[in-house]
């Protein structure tokens, strides 16, 4: 990685201005899951160490205006808090005379929480006066918050032409390991795509055929692909806007495509739906395919036995269901006992491999979905760009 990181500049008696991702889910008023806010943690704290104090901040949901108290960072700044065992003041907005002097009143190893910047419509549109009063808080800026990186906002983009910008250790993590995927991948080099659309993913289709050996093609996306081949899809999600593109695609890159050749198939899109398994050329009328079959699972292990690095976005299946889930978390079961490096993009890919109990066996999870997807298309992140080069 080509930028400066907090461990390439000085920090002591330093107030520190931090983009986290601390877009949580939330229920009730607390936070239910604190991966994000833990994922963090290395940063926040080697800051800490080096006698800074600390200003945080982050957007959480898609507030209408500053009114909508259910997205208030308040509960992420107590989950970090007791996770840091040490108190974490709250300040009552992201700008402004108050927010200021709470700033200023911090002493070394201090921490405070900006509230959530989108209560400000000017975070989404890159307002640079907005920016400029946001970076008169701290005087470096750190950027944390690979999962916002894609987007060119006050707060991840803006920021950086006010203060010197370096990134945080989770940052540096998701650029060296995606980085690989990219700029020099180790081969055999397996890419495994899911989730329902092409649409969605046609970049990152064409730069992953570009540089890996093979890619295996699966949930809704396989059926359009199959669908491409002249095979009848029945009542299956196909996108029929996208069937050229996929004819395209298969006629420049048959030998490194990887697609189903059987299915578990359902009745109806329903969790108690009845279900059979059949080959994909032989969906009966009214039936629809919801995950991979038996026959596909045992393809895939054979294509990634060999492997030396595998990179992995989107479900093979409506793993939400339990009765379509077994072709994803056989796939991150495969993951995990494999002796490649397994970088997860990621959004439900992340989500999959920890319901399957194994995201702790795999060399890098992604905490940015779009983030990671858009990485892997070979575009420049704005929240990246903006950062120091070393």
């Not at 974490?88 to 700008?95: R, S, T």
């Not at 398994?277 to 045992?298: A, F």
Request: proline share 4%.
């Amino acid at each position: 990685m080509n930028k400066k990181t907090v461990k390439d500049i000085d920090l002591k008696n330093k107030r520190v201005l931090m983009r986290v991702d601390f877009n949580v889910p939330m229920a009730d008023g607390k936070v239910t899951d604190d991966k994000r806010i833990r994922a963090a943690l290395p940063t926040i704290k080697y800051i800490l160490e080096q006698d800074a104090s600390l200003i945080l901040m982050s957007h959480l949901g898609r507030p209408k205006s500053a009114s909508d108290s259910e997205f208030s960072l308040r509960a992420a700044s107590e989950t970090l808090s007791s996770l840091l065992g040490s108190p974490v003041q709250m300040a009552p907005d992201c700008i402004g005379d108050e927010v200021e002097k709470m700033a200023k009143a911090l002493k070394p190893k201090q921490v405070l929480m900006l509230e959530n910047t989108r209560y400000h419509p000017e975070e989404e549109k890159n307002d640079l006066d907005f920016a400029k009063k946001l970076a008169s808080l701290g005087e470096v800026y750190v950027n944390d918050a690979f999962g916002s990186a894609h987007r060119a906002h006050a707060s991840t983009e803006g920021i950086a032409r006010f203060l010197p910008a370096v990134s945080g250790f989770l940052m540096e993590q998701e650029l060296e390991y995606l980085g690989r995927a990219v700029a020099n991948p180790e081969h055999p080099y397996i890419a495994i795509l899911g989730g329902a659309k092409i649409s969605d993913k046609i970049l990152v289709v064409e730069t992953l055929l570009s540089k890996c050996d093979k890619l295996i093609i699966g949930g809704g996306m396989a059926n359009t692909f199959l669908s491409a081949q002249g095979l009848n899809m029945q009542d299956s999600l196909v996108e029929k806007e996208s069937i050229e593109t996929a004819k395209t695609i298969l006629s420049k890159f048959a030998d490194k495509l990887i697609l189903p050749v059987d299915a578990i198939i359902a009745d109806k899109f329903d969790a108690n739906a009845n279900t059979q398994t059949v080959n994909v050329n032989s969906i009966p009328t009214g039936w629809r395919m919801l995950d991979v079959g038996p026959k596909t699972i045992e393809l895939y292990k054979k294509e990634l036995s060999n492997a030396k690095l595998i990179v992995w976005n989107g479900p093979v299946g409506v793993f939400e269901m339990p009765k379509f889930a077994e072709g994803t978390f056989a796939l991150a079961k495969m993951l995990a006992e494999s002796k490649a490096i397994t970088v997860i993009g990621g959004g439900d890919s992340a989500s999959a491999v920890k319901k399957a109990g194994v995201a702790k066996q795999m060399t890098h999870v992604s905490t940015g979905g779009g983030a990671s997807l858009e990485f892997l298309e070979g575009k420049e992140l704005p929240g990246v760009a903006a950062l120091l080069d070393k």
